[in-house]
């Protein structure tokens, strides 16, 4: 099983990102899909999930980012807009096949993470 993502970067207050993570070594179809974060000092967070139909997002972070997925391409997606310098962390993506949707304690794979740097 591999999760590998990309497209962190150093970017300015106010600009956008899109992360990217590829899924590989398992049926990508069947499991629910999530971002988390994690800033130095701090706890990993939620951010967004997606089922196959439905999304989930923090409620903090609603309206500016937005979560996809291809299942064709294996693939899921975090478009961040309106970058501010409080989105400094490392997102990581996580496959999950059941129990919530919000808790780390659910997803059953993790990528290794790619860092994302918002200057102010």
Partial sequence: VQLQASGGGLVQAGDSLRLSC???????????????????GKEREFVAAMSAANTFYADSLKGRFTISRDNAR???????????????????????????????????????????????
């Fill in 22 to 40: 590829a899924a590989s070594g398992f049926t990508f179809s069947d499991y629910g899909m999530g971002w988390f974060r994690q800033a130095p």
């Fill in 74 to 120: 294996n693939t899921v997606y975090l478009q961040m807009n309106s970058l501010k310098p409080e989105d400094t962390a490392v997102y990581y993506c996580a496959a999950r096949f059941s129990g919530s949707y919000y808790s780390t304690d659910s997803y059953d794979y993790w990528g290794q993470g790619t860092e994302v740097t918002v200057s102010s």
